[in-house]
């Protein structure tokens, strides 16, 4: 497999191709004549050459807008595809992400690609396999009932000589085959009437195939975004207010005279940006360049206090009701106990390592775009409305950002870059400074959660009123950054933060779930514009419901995974989640907290269970709390984890460490400061994550139901992890943490209070 | 602009910038070596990081003026996928990463500490690495990469 990419990418670059790729690049696409760059329309759902294609060689190409975030997720598509077509693994080659060349399945969002991108091509490869039986049955005069395939070769059973390969029977040619396809995006159901191969008869999917994109990752040969270098490219940068809807009053370019290589002051609506020949020569213009701003018409909230009093008091736009049974009230009012608590989830950052980038060539009417998005197709929409062109004429090639958790699914660079090479006649790189975007990068939504329990005299919750009140992701109901400075309108307050985690996986008598949505800052994106990060929405719901029934559990004196099983009593999959995690993580039955402990460090171990989208995971935090410094050390996670059939164990298991790494930083250190004015922390001094000295061990339990279908795995593992590290806070040193991140000042002060 | 002579990976290059650009840039732009990767611009998530005769280094903050006739190694300088330095092969063995986007600046300062003690601990690898940002979280599989590669023969 190594040395063929290598010699493809010879291959690519001997060929004067402007762009060397390593990764993904499949031989064989070219002989369909995809890679016409402007194609009059676009691939049709509906053809079966427009998923698979067979070479003279006998490699596969599949093309997808599904596309790798990092996550290894293509790794597994090609399992799946190789798996249904019966070919080697290592003959897939996945075509991802470039919208000339494939169907739009919907972005690369919300832990659906193995759910929903995985069904889709596992059919279509069905699809092709049927095909090819067909075509072999004619040429071996053999009905397709008595054929087998075995590594892209099919024989007649019984007769292994009387055999011939993909490569002879379509190597090189189309189908010619018209598939089902129904409905749009991820919705979209493929060939939906080929039979597919059962589980039981599975041989690379369940395998942990290694992650074809990782090798290049570590010498330097893989292609990232920044990567793109198009002949007689130039630089850019961005140069922004601290509010989007100032105006430059006046851009002074004799502040940047003595800057060699600057090629253009670009100034379009109140988008400003400076083209140069060089980076440097870029950089330093941005940074020097005198732009007088309009004072904003928008304000910020000051500070967290008015934050937390603007989501408490704001009439919602959007309220979803996840749960509605029994009657509150009268349930209420027979209690011999009630609860009540709030919860409080901050701005985070997605902090991606490498900051956004994209490369745009736009040529009269036409425009490239080379990008990182998770969405191809949105970008595509997205530049040419702001460009003014037919969709047509923009093409969005896929190259792989730094991991991004969200934060490219509105994907502002290529409008930055688009803007840019129009004004200049020639492509352009743009890439955003460290403060670009920790300043402007659409943050993941502040939440303030409110519980209300109400128990009766047996210790029976017989009540839960759990209330969300969420920002929305204005990112996508208003344009992207570019297209709102050059006048673009908004297009509405946006889509809500996700809906899981306010306690409906339990089942009491009465009980109401509710996810409102807060209109935010609207028209005029600000730095605290939103965007869906990672395991949106559920994350803080499932934090504040799982510390309240902690809180309840503790209160009652009862062990908190036999409080928690006494209401899952119904469903399967997330009572088998906590069973195994306690059962992996050795979990002493007691109540909490943990009797009390001499010497200046509390231990402490917590639970919490998660869903999301259908996927169940269930956590167990052990901590070491200092009380003299109140930091809060985490020792150790154990993580259980079911998505329905495994499609690729190592794949998955190194997903869910990475999770509750990223999980443990967001509970114990993130949160972005702001001010009236913008975002205060724009480097990672200001807005640290965790490092390596900080990193627990992560032990997990993947549960395989291999009689269900594949779900998730990008985010659902994160969700219960600061839950489980708050309650395991609570069970060392008795104190309840309601308030992300749990910084030492914050454990000190409730050490006090 | 200046004419400015290194030695990158064992090749001598004479490059015509401006003395004040940080050698990433020229790497990078000049060279055309994707290894070094831009995460901050401000030294401090390590993306950046080659290394200088036996240091290393953040590339993003140092004039390029500044390395004199150090001999600068980067991500490629260690080896390919064809012919993976015992760290890089650990690394593939370990699946060590999720985007990779950090793992230059994981690798070239695990090379640096492999090199000055040759059989490390667990704490010693983390702090030795604790300057590294990783956004993905894959530090476990990144330590247990490096102790795979100590115990592979140099």
Known sequence: METKRISRRQFVKGSGALIVSFNFLGPVSRVLGQNETFANTDPEATALDSWVSIAQDGSVTVFTSKVDLGTGVVTALSQIVAEELDVPFHRIHMETGDTSNTIDQAATVGSRTIERGGPQLRQAAAAARQELLKLAAVRLETPVEQLTVSDGVVSVIGSPAKKISYANLIGGRRFDVKITATGVGAAMNVAAEVRAKDHKEYKIVGTSVPRIDLPPKFTGEFIYTPDVRVPGMLHGRVVRPAVVNSKPLNVDETSIAQIAGVVKVVQEGSFVGVVAKTEWSAIQAARTLKVTWSTPATKLPANNDELHAYLKNTKSFAERVVADKGSLEPAFSQAAKTFEATYHWPFQLHGMIGPSCAVADVQGNKATIWAGSQGTFNTRRQVAEMLGLPEKNVRVIYRESAGCYGRLSPDDVPQDAALMSRAVGKPVRVQWMREDEHAWEPKGPAQLMTARAGVDAQGKVIAWDYMDRSFPWTTTGMVLLASRQVGLKPKGQGIPNGTDGGGEIYSFDNQKVVAAAIPWLHPDPTPLRTSNLRAPGDLARTFASESFMDEIASSLAVDPVQFRLRYLSSSKRPTDALLAVTKKAGWQERPSPAPASNGSKAKGRGVAVGNRSNTMTAAVAEVEVDRATGKISVKRVVLAHDCGLIVNPDGLTNQIEGNVIQGVSRTLMEEVQFDASGVKNLDWASYPIITFQDAPEVDIVLINRPEMQPLGGGEPSIVPVPAAIANAVFDAIGVRLREIPFTPERVLSALKA | ?154
Not at chain 2, 63 to 71: D, E, I, L, M
Not at chain 2, 73 to 97: D, M, N, W, Y
Not at chain 2, 102 to 122: E, F, R, Y
């Open chain 2, 1 to 154: 602009m200046a004419r400015i002579s290194l030695t990158v990976n064992g090749k001598s290059h004479v490059v015509d910038t401006d003395p004040s650009t940080p050698l990433l840039y020229v790497l990078r732009d000049d060279l055309e070596l994707n290894g070094p990767r831009f995460g901050c611009g401000l030294s401090q998530c390590g993306a950046c990081t080659v290394i200088l005769d036996d240091k290393s280094v953040r590339s993003c903050g140092l004039p390029v003026s500044a390395v004199g006739s150090r001999k600068i190694t980067t991500l490629e300088g260690l080896g390919s996928v064809a012919r993976p330095h015992r760290l890089q092969k650990a690394f593939i063995e370990e699946q060590a990463a999720q985007c990779g986007f950090c793992m230059n600046g994981m690798i070239m300062t695990a090379k640096v500490l492999l090199d000055k003690n040759p059989a490390p601990t667990d704490v010693d690898i983390k702090r030795a690495l604790n300057g590294n940002l990783c956004r993905c979280g894959s530090h476990v599989r990144v330590v247990r990469a490096i102790k795979r590669a100590a115990s592979m023969k140099a």
